[in-house]
C-alpha cells in the first residue's frame, strides 16, 4: 500500500535520526556506527533536534489524518508521532538538559558501561570505541556547565553520588582493556586521563558552585503528568483517578496480606511477620550466587510449565550494580541485550551491600535482599519476567519499535509474572506469598507517591515515610527509591497499571475464545509485538 509505504519511510528516517542523535541508546539496541561518540547537548544541538522532532511528529499526524494505513503502520505512525512529541516535552516542559545534571552523567556512564559489559563486538574495537567515548566526556560535562541554570537539589545531589562511582568505575575498566588490549593503553589511558580530570572539576563545580544554587521544583505538575499518561503511555486516566487506583490497590492488598499471615501466623500482626522475615537472607558475599540459584529454578519452572516459550540462545549474566548507579538502584534491575546483536545476553545487577556505609544501613540493604524476596526479584527480573519479554520483544521485525520501550508493558509484564507464578503453583511456602503481596503494596505505593510527588501533594521525606510505613521498604532503599521516583515521573505507576491491563486482556481473551484460550498461546502473542503501549498491544489482538 502506498500509504503504508510513506509511514515505513518516514520510520527509517526517524530511525536513523535517533540512533545519530543518540549514539549511546544506538549501541544499546545493537547499532554500533556511532560507538566511538556521545550525544551532544549543545544550545544549537538542542534547538535543531527540537525542530527535526516537530517535523517528524507533524508528518506522523499527517499520515495518521490521510487515513487507509493498515494496523502495523498506523501504530508505527502514531509511535512516532508519541516518541516525538514526549522528547519536545522533556526538553520544553520539563527542560532536562537545563535542569538536571544527572541526566549527563547517566547517558554518558551508560554508553560507556555498555562497550565495558557487552562483548558483541571484538574486544580491541571495544577498547578503541571506550577510549573515544572517555574523550568526549569532558565535551559533555562542558556542555552541562553551560546549561545547567536551577536544577532541583536532589538532582544536584544524585548527580554528586554518580561523580563518586564514577572515576572508579573508569579506572576498572581502563585496567580490564588495557591488559585485553595492550596496543590500546596508551590511547586508553590517554581518555581516562581526560575524563578522570573533566569528572574531577565538574564535582567541584556541582558541590561547590550548582549546589548552592540547586533550588529549582522537580515536580512536573499535573497537567505535564496528564501528558505524559495520555500521549507517552496512551492511557486514558489522569493523575486523581490514577492516585485512585492506587489507594484502592492499597487498601485491597492490604486485607489480602492480613488475612494470608493470619492464617499462617495467627499469634503476629503481618507487618511484624514481614519484618521477621527479612531477617533470614545470604551474607553479603553470597548475594550474587543466591540469585543465581533463584534464576535457574524460575528458568526450568517456566520451561517445565510450558509458560512461555524461552528463544533459542538467550543467556543471562548477573553482575554487581555498577557502582555510579547504586545511589538510585537499591535492590536489582535488568538490562536487556541489544535487538540488533547477534548475541543475546542480558545482564542482571544485583547492588552489593555498601561496606563504607554505617552497620545499620549495611543491615538494612542486606534485610532489602531477604530469601522470600529474592525468588519473587530473580524472576521479576529474569524468567519470565524482564529478560524472557525484552528477549521476545528483540525479535519484532520493526526496526522503529526497538527505539519506544513502554514501561507500562515492560513493568506491567514483569509485576504479571509474580502472581502468574503464585496461580501456576511455583512458591513453595506461603513466606513467598506473603511477600508477593508486600510486593504488590509497594507497587501500589508507588503509585500514590509517583503522583503525590509530582503534584506537589507530598514532599521528598513524606514519600521516603510513605514507603516505610505502607510498603515496609527499609528506610536506606526507601530513600534511594524516591531520588529515582523525583526524576522519572509516571514510570513508577507502570507496574500497578500495566499488570492490570495485563489481566484485564488475559480476562477479556478467556472470554472470547472460551475452552479454545490456552495460556502459552496468549503469552507468545502479547510479547510478539514489541514493548509498545498497551492501547497498542490491544489493537494488535482486535486485528487478529
Same mark, same amino acid.
Given at each position: ?33 556511532? *560507538? ?24 506522523? /499526524? ?220 545470604p551474607d553479603s558475599s553470597g548475594l550474587r550466587k543466591a540469585y543465581e540459584e533463584h534464576m535457574a529454578k524460575a ?60 552497620? *545499620? ?43 519506544? *520501550? ?26 513467598? /506469598? ?111
Open positions: 500500500m502506498e500509504r503504508d509505504q510513506k509511514v515505513t519511510a518516514l520510520c527509517d528516517e526517524y530511525f536513523d535520526f535517533f540512533t545519530e542523535t543518540y549514539p549511546e541508546l544506538a549501541t544499546a539496541i545493537g547499532i554500533h556506527t556511532h *560507538d566511538a561518540r556521545l550525544s551532544s547537548y549543545s544550545r544549537s544541538t538542542i534547538d535543531a533536534r527540537l525542530r527535526k522532532l516537530r517535523q517528524f511528529e507533524k508528518r506522523a /499526524e499527517e499520515c495518521l489524518s490521510e487515513g487507509g494505513l493498515s494496523v502495523s503502520a498506523s501504530i508505527d505512525a502514531r509511535l512516532v508521532a508519541s516518541n516525538s512529541a514526549i522528547q519536545v516535552l522533556e526538553i520544553e516542559k520539563l527542560m532536562k538538559p537545563y535542569a538536571d545534571p544527572t541526566m549527563y552523567m547517566d547517558i554518558s556512564l551508560y554508553g560507556l558501561f555498555l562497550l565495558a559489559s557487552r562483548d558483541v563486538l571484538p574486544i580491541e574495537t571495544r577498547a578503541r570505541y571506550f577510549a573515544s567515548r572517555l574523550k568526549e566526556f569532558r565535551r559533555v560535562l562542558s556542555e552541562a556547565r553551560e546549561n545547567l541554570e536551577n536544577p532541583p537539589a536532589v538532582f544536584t545531589s544524585t548527580a554528586l553520588g554518580m561523580l563518586k562511582g564514577a572515576a572508579e568505575f573508569v579506572d576498572e575498566t581502563v585496567e580490564y582493556f588495557a591488559a585485553k588490549v595492550p596496543d590500546a593503553g596508551t590511547e586508553l589511558e590517554s581518555g581516562s586521563s581526560m575524563c578522570k580530570k573533566a569528572i574531577r572539576e565538574f564535582e567541584v563545580y556541582v558541590q561547590n558552585e550548582l549546589l548552592p544554587r540547586s533550588s529549582g521544583d522537580f515536580a512536573v505538575g499535573r497537567d505535564v503528568f496528564d501528558t505524559k499518561l495520555k500521549v507517552e503511555h496512551m492511557l486514558d486516566i489522569d493523575t486523581r483517578a490514577l492516585e485512585k487506583m492506587g489507594r484502592e490497590l492499597l487498601e485491597t492488598t492490604k486485607g489480602e496480606i492480613e488475612q494470608l499471615s493470619a492464617r499462617l501466623y495467627p499469634n503476629e500482626r503481618w507487618k511484624d511477620v514481614i519484618e521477621r522475615l527479612k531477617e533470614y537472607h528458568k526450568s519452572f517456566v520451561q517445565e510449565r510450558r509458560l512461555v516459550s524461552i528463544p533459542p540462545g538467550e543467556e543471562l549474566r548477573i553482575l554487581d550494580t555498577p557502582v555510579f548507579y547504586r545511589s538510585i538502584i537499591p535492590y536489582a534491575a535488568y538490562l536487556n541485550p541489544g535487538p540488533f546483536d547477534t548475541k543475546q545476553e542480558g545482564l542482571f545487577f544485583v547492588t552489593p551491600v555498601d561496606t563504607s556505609a554505617p552497620e *545499620d544501613v549495611q543491615s538494612d540493604q542486606l534485610r532489602g535482599h531477604s530469601y522470600p524476596g529474592m525468588v519473587l526479584c530473580a524472576l521479576h527480573e529474569a524468567y519470565p519476567g524482564h529478560h524472557l519479554q525484552l528477549v521476545h520483544s528483540n525479535r519484532v521485525k520493526s526496526r522503529l519499535r526497538h527505539t519506544c *520501550d513502554s514501561t507500562v508493558f515492560a513493568e506491567g509484564w514483569a509485576l504479571y509474572c509474580e502472581q502468574l507464578m503464585k496461580e501456576e503453583g511455583f512458591y513453595d511456602s506461603g513466606d513467598i /506469598e506473603l511477600f508477593q503481596l508486600k510486593d504488590v503494596l509497594w507497587r501500589a505505593s508507588r503509585v500514590v507517591v509517583d503522583v503525590g510527588l509530582h503534584t506537589r501533594a507530598m514532599i521528598f521525606d513524606e514519600a521516603v515515610e510513605f514507603l516505610v510505613t505502607h510498603a515496609l521498604i527499609e528506610r536506606a532503599n526507601a530513600v534511594a527509591e524516591v531520588r529515582r521516583y523525583t526524576h522519572t515521573p509516571s514510570q513508577p505507576s507502570s507496574y500497578a497499571i500495566g499488570k492490570e491491563l495485563v489481566l484485564g486482556l488475559r480476562d477479556e481473551e478467556k472470554r472470547r475464545l472460551g475452552a479454545r484460550f490456552d495460556l502459552f498461546s496468549f503469552h507468545e502473542r502479547l510479547l510478539s509485538f514489541g514493548t509498545i503501549p498497551f492501547k497498542l498491544v490491544e489493537e494488535e489482538f482486535k486485528a487478529g
